[in-house]
């Protein structure tokens, strides 16, 4: 609650800064907001607070996750935060993270359906305008529009489940419809229908299949910047709100409604990485390796309670920070302001600079699950959960995935370390001091989880 | 209930469906961005009429108030949508959505 008025705060300075005359320190003030959250995580940290006549109610599941989010969001803007500090629209970015930094906590925190769709909104709304920031470039456009439509499709189902929910139960508090979850309520044909209609949306949100085409060209347009955001903490707000749902309506597993999200986890698992390995332009690529990255978090979802949680909150700190290595990379090499990329961009790139393909390499060694890094943790927890709860089927659908994933992995490898780079492009890229210490302190940062898995689950036992 | 005795809750639900449903149809086969966000208004409206008379069958107000909620969220997504859909008309000089086709698989 704290975080939220925090934020909620710095988005209404950002938007008056330029009246009032102190838009030269706003993105300072943004980052000292986003460490004065973390920080004031740890006056309750592990108490149960509820606020807003128990609509929300801050626990341990929702402070932890906050609490990374938060991590995630000041490495954002540690690698990115320059990048959108250049054009004369600052402070309005600024207002617009931090209004969906609000949606995000809401998202987390919520026992009451109506802070969920609110939270979502919230969410949601600012990012429609993020993602069409780059006003001139056509892709941009599209991107902003197809996310738009998509969203505001996705709010629609959702709302619908909502109120067949609500007609089944007569209740918004998720506590009172714990109660009656077993039996469907009064109407149990409504309760199906609103259950079948929220997976749906969520399943919108974090991009999973059958409703996953709408995030590679949304991730492709966007600005890079705004991609990864997207792409990190979007994603982990999205499935950690799921989580939070069937936690406390089901408080385990959710009976019928685990096949459908089994099947969608598999399948999304399995046909976003195939259809990830024929891609050619890297940004669409990491949006169908994203897929299959949702498909296994949901498999935290389905397993859910402490176990559930545990492999969640590690598998989307490991996931975001990678993908923020990645895109840091991605952002540096994929310059020409073609209307194509191709993974072609990237040969040679260990002879153009030995640092980017490092990184590049960690990057996707972690997201690929390979052993001294973070990934490999994240998977296996994941994949543990799965096991002790007897769901083979998604096992056997996640190591195929993998090893899937692994294919398009290897071949950017491949092409930065033994390929020789095109004549026509710059044989030096230049990196400044910046750029190394970003790249190194992520990179080591997912080193050291990997070694110390029990640094981050130690901060959600409830 | 009393006002309109003869009237249930299924009555509603049918309506309601039925708005939904030609929302989404709409959104799926209209090419005109402009048909597109008042499909996406219809649907919210159809879940406006459903809460309504889920409320009424509750006899709480609870889902009254979630209206309210809607129609505020409602109008905010449309004005974001409309200042996309501008920007998209200056580029383009068009509002079907055909053209938006830049990026494929």
Sequence with gaps: ??????????????????????????????RVGTLVCIASLFINYGLDITWFGNMMVEDRFSQAFILTTCLML???????????GEDEFRNDYIALFSFSMVGGVMMLSYTNLVMLFLGLEILSIPLYVLVGSSKRNLKSNESAFKYFL???FASGIMLFGIAFLYGATGTFDLHQMSLQAQTGGTFPIFFHVGMVLL??????????VPFHFWAPDVYEGAPNAMTVYMAALVKTFAIASAFRFFFLVFGGEAGIYSTLLIGMSAVSMLLGNIIGAVQD????????????????????????????ANALLYYSVVYSLSLFLAFFVLDKVLIHDDFYW?????????????????????ALLSMAGIPPLGGFYAKLFMLKAAFTNGHYVLIWAGLIGSLVAMYYYLKFIINMYSRNPDSDVDLNLTLNYWDKLVMGFIGITLLILGLFPDLVSALIRF | MEILPNISIYHYVIVSILLFGIGVVGVMLRRNALIIFMCIELMLNAV?????????????GKAQVFVFFIMAVAAAEVVIGLA?????????????????NKMKW
């Design chain 1, 74 to 84: 000041a490495t954002w803007t540690f690698g990115f935060g320059r990048k959108i």
């Design chain 1, 281 to 308: 332009n890297p940004k669409r690529l990491l949006a169908y390796s994203g897929v299959g990255h949702a498909g296994f978090m949901l498999m935290a979802v389905i397993v859910n309670g402490q176990v559930g």
């Design chain 1, 150 to 152: 998509m969203g505001a």
């Design chain 1, 1 to 30: 609650m704290l975080q939220l008025m925090i934020f909620g705060g710095i988005g209404l300075l950002a938007m008056v800064s330029e009246v009032l005359g102190f838009s030269r320190i706003m993105s300072l003030l943004f």
């Design chain 2, 84 to 100: 996309i859909l501008m920007m998209v008309y200056r580029n383009q000089e068009t509002t079907d959505i055909n053209i938006l």
């Design chain 1, 199 to 208: 997976i749906f949306a969520f399943a919108f949100k974090m991009a999973v």
């Design chain 1, 342 to 362: 191709s993974i072609g961009d990237f040969k040679g790139l260990a002879k153009r600079n030995p640092w980017l393909a490092m990184s590049m390499s960690v």
């Design chain 2, 48 to 60: 406006n009429l459903l809460m309504v008379g889920f409320s009424n069958m509750w006899g709480d």
